[in-house]
């Protein structure tokens, strides 16, 4: 079967004032429709520079260097800014992390809902608007009507994400982007958008995209997790693979650290110790090796290929290629 | 609502007071008389004297503030010192002639701010960016009266395409075409000067505007970038915009009074400056009431007009 996604070798740059930053470098992966991708890394390790590739709005300064993302057989690398906006909102949509900002705030509800509905369904403003209805229904929202009419400032932050989750799926898109969609919320709320999300998948054949910090989100949410590490993946497996047996150090670091009681995100993840490297000074060798418990000579010269250990499971590191080695 | 509507009402009456007792002392304070003004030359200093006397002028100033305020009261502005007009009916007459040229240039303006503006924001950085910041430059800094004088020098005594001054051909009549060409010119300085300003409010709104996250939202439905800057990013910049223009409304009518005895144009602005020539004290008084009620009326109309435009605001 061919996959709805396949994004191979995908590297994004950003200009700067005096060069050029490689956000993102060497990502590969496939998504099929109905399944859930999980991306989870520290913060900064190119988790929405990787989905803002997809959909393509990195903005002016950002472009795709390198790579094909083919999406239902069409290379979105090579897409024309205005065939992409037939996708964009219709079959690729995305979710943002800031429930409290994403929506305009001098525009109604019903305005911002019924735009995108009319832009790529055709429906004269009146079908829209009921549809628009059944929609913030769907994501249950109570008195749909009215909302239509106000304004995002007089609703809470989950209603608001609730709003923004009815605009993503108000076209069927075949792929959703959810980036951190549940990070600002508090626990119950998000623990709501969830359960909604995992409901709405389960009627629509929606591939999903789920990014996060959260490792226990992923559990909940994902079938297979990419696990990214300064603007790399590190580690690609199925969640059940993942959470038993993670190959790289960087994974197992994240999953040590994992406490039993909540504590804040920040904490729990600098359990790791060190700091993640920035685009401008990528160390040689491995980019973890700074911070790698296991470090060798070779991590400390020579770049590690994304290893594959069986169909489902792959990791960056010498480790398990010398590992895989042995045992042959 | 209502009760804002009042309190605001409440508020505009000791500052109106405030204001016409302000204006008294200064006017009276100003060196020279109404009668050395207008009386004949010859005129011996026992029948200037005598003149001051019978104008009620040699009273107490108290005394001659009171007699003002009393006939305002009963809707009596007094008569004019040079022209013996009924004040009521020159202000009326010369209004209407500095409204139309304020509410041109003010339109106008905003018409070449706006727009460009937008594409200087958009395009920050670009030389069209540099470019628009030059001529916002040079709009500001630039004197009413010595762009008016170019202007004149250009397009009426050199090219003679325009008139130089006046509101009408004198004996015309004053056909449409004819009023238009009088209105050029002066439009033309009131609106550059306005276009220079506003075109950086519009540019610095509108950039803190273009990073906000419900821009990324709207184009990840696929929005057309027009629709994105014109609809979802201008509406939000021209919020802060709206006071930035009702603040300009009293500084327009201090420039019209440079551009109205530039261009010779009938307006109160020259009305203000003959009546200050002649020490014409009641012409002066109302001038200045109505100002400062032009201006407490225009901050009302910003303030209603802000919460009309910005949702968050009209909750509280
Ligand atoms: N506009 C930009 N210009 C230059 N570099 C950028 C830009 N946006 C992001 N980057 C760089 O790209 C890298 C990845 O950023 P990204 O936003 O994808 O991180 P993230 O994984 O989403 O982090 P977070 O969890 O904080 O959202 C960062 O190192 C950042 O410095
Ligand atoms: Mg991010």
């Known amino acids: 079967m061919k996959h709805l996604l396949e994004v191979v070798n995908l590297q994004t740059a950003f200009q700067s004032e005096k060069s050029e930053i490689i956000a993102v470098d060497e990502i590969s992966f496939t998504l099929n429709a109905g399944e859930t991708l999980g991306i989870v890394g520290e913060s900064g390790c190119g988790k929405s520079i990787t989905s803002l590739s997809i959909i393509g709005l990195l903005g002016k300064k950002g472009r795709v260097k390198k790579g094909n993302i083919y999406f239902d057989n069409e290379d979105l690398a090579q897409t024309s800014e205005s065939d992409f906006r037939k996708i964009r909102g219709n079959q690729i949509s995305m979710i943002f992390q800031e429930p409290m900002t994403s929506l305009n705030p001098v525009f109604t509800i019903g305005n911002q809902m019924i735009e995108g509905i009319k832009l790529h369904m055709k429906l004269s403003t009146k079908e829209a608007r009921s549809y628009a209805i059944e929609m913030l229904e769907k994501v249950r929202i109570p008195r749909a009507e009215e909302v239509m009419k106000e304004y995002p400032h007089v609703l809470s932050g989950g209603m608001r994400q609730r709003v923004v989750i009815a605009m993503a799926l108000a076209c069927k898109p075949k792929l959703l982007i959810a980036d951190e969609p549940t990070t600002a919320l508090d626990v119950t709320i998000q623990a709501q958008i969830l359960e909604l999300m995992r409901n709405l998948k389960e009627e629509s054949e929606t591939a999903i995209m789920f990014i996060t910090h959260d490792l226990g989100v992923i559990a909940e949410m994902a079938d297979k997790v990419i696990v990214m590490y300064a603007g790399q993946i590190v580690e690609e497996a199925d969640v059940f693979t993942l959470f038993k047996n993670p190959k790289h150090p960087y994974t197992q670091g994240l999953m040590a650290s994992i406490p039993h009681i909540e504590y804040e995100e920040e904490e729990r993840l600098s359990s790791i110790p060190g700091t993640v490297p920035t685009p401008q000074n990528m160390p040689k060798g491995c980019r973890f090796h700074t911070r790698c418990p296991y470090v060798t000579e070779q991590c400390k010269q020579e770049r590690p290929d994304l290893f594959q250990i069986n169909d489902t499971h792959k990791s960056r590191c010498w480790l398990v290629k010398t590992e895989k080695h042995n045992k042959e | ?316």
């Not at chain 2, 009620?56 to 009963?74: A, C, E, K, T």
């Not at chain 2, 910041?133 to 090219?159: D, E």
Request: hydrophobic share 50%; charged share 15%; proline share 5%.
């Open chain 2, 1 to 316: 609502m209502a009760s804002y509507i009042m309190r605001r009402l409440l508020i505009a009456i000791p500052v109106l007071i405030g204001v016409t007792i302000f204006n008294f002392i200064i006017i009276n304070m100003a060196p020279g008389n109404p009668v050395e003004m207008f009386v004949n030359p010859d005129a011996t200093p026992a029948q200037i004297e005598l003149e001051k006397e019978r104008m009620g002028l040699n009273d107490p100033m108290v005394i001659q503030y009171f007699r003002w305020m009393n006939s305002l009261l009963h809707g009596d502005l007094g008569y004019s010192y040079s022209t013996y007009e009924p004040v009521t009916q020159v202000l009326l007459e010369r209004m209407g002639p500095t409204l139309l040229l304020m509410g041109l240039a003010l339109f106008f303006g905003l018409l070449i701010a706006i727009p460009i503006g937008i594409l200087s924001a958009t395009k920050q950085y670009s030389k069209l960016d540099y470019a628009t910041t030059g001529f916002s430059f040079l709009g500001i800094s630039i004197p009413h009266f010595f762009l008016g004088l170019g202007a004149i020098y250009i397009f009426s005594v050199q090219l003679q395409l325009l008139p130089t001054g006046g509101m009408m051909t004198l004996g015309s009549g004053g056909g449409f075409v004819d009023r238009v060409e009088h209105l050029i010119l002066p439009v033309f300085v009131l609106a550059t000067g306005i276009a220079g300003k506003k075109i950086r409010y519009v540019r610095a709104s509108m950039l803190d505007v273009l990073g906000q996250d419900y821009l990324r939202t709207a184009r990840a439905k696929g929005l057309r970038e027009f629709v994105v800057t014109n609809k979802h990013a201008l509406k939000n910049a021209l919020i802060p915009i709206i006071t930035v223009i009702g603040l300009e409304i009293p500084l327009l009518i201090g420039g019209a009074v440079i551009t109205e005895q530039v261009f010779q144009w009938p307006g109160m602005g020259l009305l203000t400056i003959q009546s200050i020539m002649s020490r014409d004290y009641p012409t002066l008084m109302a001038i200045n009431l109505l100002t400062a009620v032009i201006v407490l009326v225009a901050n009302f109309a910003t303030d209603i007009l802000y919460s009309v435009a910005d949702p968050r605001i009209k909750n509280n």
